[in-house]
């Protein structure tokens, strides 16, 4: 495979996570981007697998021992740099106690490399410490396991009782998605309200709310987790000029994805722009949208496989949904009724 007729290396990831803490390792001084801090893992041999060469990298590289049901699948980056292009298939590996007991003291891998713990927030803070392709995982690993979503506006009795409801029932630190589906002038004083009173929230932000200058304070301040894109806004982004040109890319990007052809644009749109993870519902039925069908686990799993970006499964979920969603491919999970 070739990018802008460069040979690709396809290269095997392991995000390795205890609670707040990632296992990197420090490339050589004498190999490609020396010096840099990188998430463990190598080069995929051409009879194997993502999964089979992570197993094999992992126990080459720190002796441990990874086994397929460990493995969650982040996505796929594909990057130039000036001498090669490479293409990461990366995935995401919770640790227990026991192993990180037994990895916390290690200052050197078995190929006498040095490896330690980071905190996840220092990683996600410095940026220019690893290897320029590294920057999206980054990215991808500053979404949490649940995006809370409100009710509609038109579900409470006036914008007082749903800003109060929010106020009181949101969750500390909690990310948070308000599709008020309202007039836009309405919706964004309601959310300016919301993050004045709770500071400690992120929200995900429509995109047809975003106003630059509206929400600066609130960008400044890191209230704004990310734009949301909806499925058609998706589908237009690279010939709506409008959409193209006016989205901040300093800001992370959500969107929506309903089949495998929207999964397939999202793939398009996240090469050059920040598109971090994309919501794919309905997995369940759902009282938002009684006219939808549900994909089910198995055809939810089946969409997730086409993902470049981590998938945010939507519809009918709980929170102790979480496990079986990462069991098909998702990353996150997201809900209105069931999260708060």
């Keep these: 495979m070739t990018i802008n007729g460069k040979k690709t290396v396809q290269v095997a990831i392991a995000v390795l996570v205890f609670g707040e803490q990632l296992l990197l390792a ?5 190999q490609h981007q020396g010096g840099k ?7 995929i041999e051409p009879n194997e697998t993502p999964v089979q060469a992570l197993m094999r990298e992992v126990s080459e590289e720190i002796g441990l021992e990874l086994t397929k049901n460990s493995m969650i699948k982040l996505g796929r980056i594909y990057h130039d740099y000036p001498e090669l292009s490479v293409c990461l298939h990366v995935f995401y590996i919770n640790l227990d106690k026991n192993l990180y007991k037994k990895y916390r003291h290690c200052v050197l891998g078995k190929e006498n490399q040095p490896i330690g713990f980071y905190k996840k927030s220092w990683a996600i803070a410095n940026l220019d410490k690893f290897p320029s392709a590294n920057g999206r995982i980054l990215q991808w690993l500053s979404l949490p396991d649940a995006i809370i979503i409100s009710l509609s506006l038109s579900d ?42 709770r500071s400690d929230l992120r929200v995900v932000l429509p995109i047809e709310l975003y106003k630059n200058k509206i929400f600066e304070k609130q960008c400044q301040k890191k209230q704004i987790f990310a734009l949301k894109l909806n499925q058609n806004q998706l589908m237009n982004f690279l010939s709506d000029k409008t959409l193209s040109t006016n989205l901040p890319t300093n800001l992370p990007w959500l969107a929506s994805c309903h089949d495998l052809d929207s999964i397939e644009k999202a793939n398009e749109v996240a ?27 198995s055809a939810f799993g089946e969409l997730t496989k086409y993902a470049d970006m ?8 709980k929170m102790n949904d979480l496990p079986r969603i990462r069991q098909h491919g998702g990353f996150c999970i997201s809900g209105i009724r069931n999260f708060i």
Aim: aromatic letters at 10%.
């Design 26 to 30: 420090t490339r050589k001084s004498g």
């Design 37 to 43: 801090l990188e998430f463990i893992g190598g080069k």
């Design 156 to 197: 409470f009795v006036n914008e007082q009782q749903w800003l109060l409801f929010y106020c009181e029932k949101l969750p500390k630190n909690a990310l948070f998605y308000p599709r008020l589906q309202a007039d836009n002038k309405k919706a964004i004083k309601i959310v300016q309200n919301l993050l004045k009173i």
């Design 271 to 297: 090469k050059n722009y920040p598109l971090i993870g994309i919501f794919v519902s309905p997995v369940k039925p759902t009282q938002t949208h009684l006219e939808s069908q549900a994909l089910g686990l």
């Design 310 to 317: 981590p998938v945010i499964a939507l519809g009918g979920l």
